[in-house]
């Protein structure tokens, strides 16, 4: 079996010459240009009708699989369906909308609910100025970071509707339109309205940040995951939870919660009850209603027992699926939790420390370096191989709040545009120690015959991202990122998150590709 492919020069993103795929200089989705196509609308003065994602079927449920009439559906443009239509009414709110009945996308409208909060990122997703003025042309443009690239996304304004209503996402205040037109540019990158039912929250945090994402399983939390999501919530981070999966999908339970459903987190709070501190979390139904009814629900007496000023701040009556918990509760009713940032600053405490950001690219080609998981033996060694150096740090920097010192994510890349014909193969990755000793050698199939891995990503899943956040002491270390099976071909990109002294210069983690 022929050596991995070697290039000590790893193929990092950043130092790449090809600039395209940046927020600057985004790629242009299925080679269509927003300026071009506008100012071809204003010219002719007609208004914009995309023909890359149309106005009919095709563009709702290619293959028939929504529970959905249609022969019902007309397209209708905002200035259809309202006399009034505006893009944003008094700024962008997690209130804004609610899921509609026929789409099962509460992971990707949860992730819209926790977009509201950074201002700076939904500036990036969806420019607020682009629907004003006498040249309304009729033509919108979103922006999604994609595998490791932005892309520019264009749209038309022509939305699903039945008898007048809009069928899918639905905005609370009638002439409001960024919720339906956000949905419908996301459903043309994931190829059509029905291939954005059921997934996780990871992938559209992750498309809307371009940034670092971490996810929590609640049952054991290793850290003291509240300080955690208070910093992340003190930077605005992106942040959603899941609940457990029940016999059928979206059952309601006795307390309130969806069983199988996604909702964002959007705050957390400290409150002093009859003298002893209460840590709170906030969490909102993206159905727009619908919730928990336990202890610090909106009708709990708990409420009776804190400051009113406590009261005033925290506490709502409405039914708009808002609600507090304690995390006690959080943990015990969600399964994980999932926090997206563009800096990963927020995982540790200490301003002593910093972190640092490397992106690869990479490939598992079958009969080269698709060498399957360590169950395989004699080829495992052909998958591509990564070295990073942890540094050793000060005692205040590494005996901080957050021990962990690495976060290392891995993600599928896919060429296909439509969602729902993607299979995901099972991924993950192993961290062996280095010997000092080893130089650059590269590390044949004797190295891990019998030597354990020191981290791993844990059980290998079919799904397109995974992560592992952990610590390591000051060495030398292989990362190797695989599928489960040999021969499986597939393109993948691995981003190292490694904590670093903040009085340091930052670099990036000392990598070599072997």
Known sequence: MPPPLVN??????????????????????????????????????????DDKFPP??????????????????????????????????????????????????????????ALTFKKDVMDQVMSADQSSGKDYAGIFQFRFWRFGKWIDVVIDDKLPTINGELVFVLSKTSNEFWPALLEKAYAKVCGSYADMHAGHVSEALLDFTGGVHVCFELEKPAIDLWSLMDRAAKTKALMACGSHQGEKSENVLPNGIVQGHAYTVTGVFKVTCQGKPVRLVRVLNPWGMGEWNGAWSDKSSLWNKVSENERTKCRSLANDGEFWMSMQDFTKNFEETDICCLSPDFLDSSSKCSWTTARYNGSWESGTTAGGCINNKDSFWTNPQFRVRIEELDEECASGQCPENILVSLMQIHENRYRSLVSNYSIGFSVYLIPPEMKDEKFPAKFFYHRRSVEDSGNFIDTRHVMKFFKLEPGEYLIVPTTFNPKESAKFMLSIFTKTESHRRKKKPAMTYV
Do not use: H, M
């Open 8 to 49: 000590k020069k790893p193929r990092n993103e950043s130092t790449t010459k090809d600039k395209t795929g940046t927020l600057d200089d985004p790629l242009k989705f299925l080679d269509q240009d927003y300026q071009e196509l506008r100012k071809s609308c204003i010219t002719n003065k007609k208004r914009f009708v």
């Open 56 to 113: 009919d079927s095709s563009s709702i449920d290619p293959k028939k699989k929504l529970e959905l009439d249609l022969d019902q559906i007309k397209w209708l443009r905002p200035s259809k369906i309202v006399a009034d239509p505006q893009l944003i009414v008094q700024g962008v709110s997690r209130f804004d909308y609610s899921q509609g009945s026929y789409l099962g996308n509460c992971w990707f409208l949860a992730s819209v609910g």
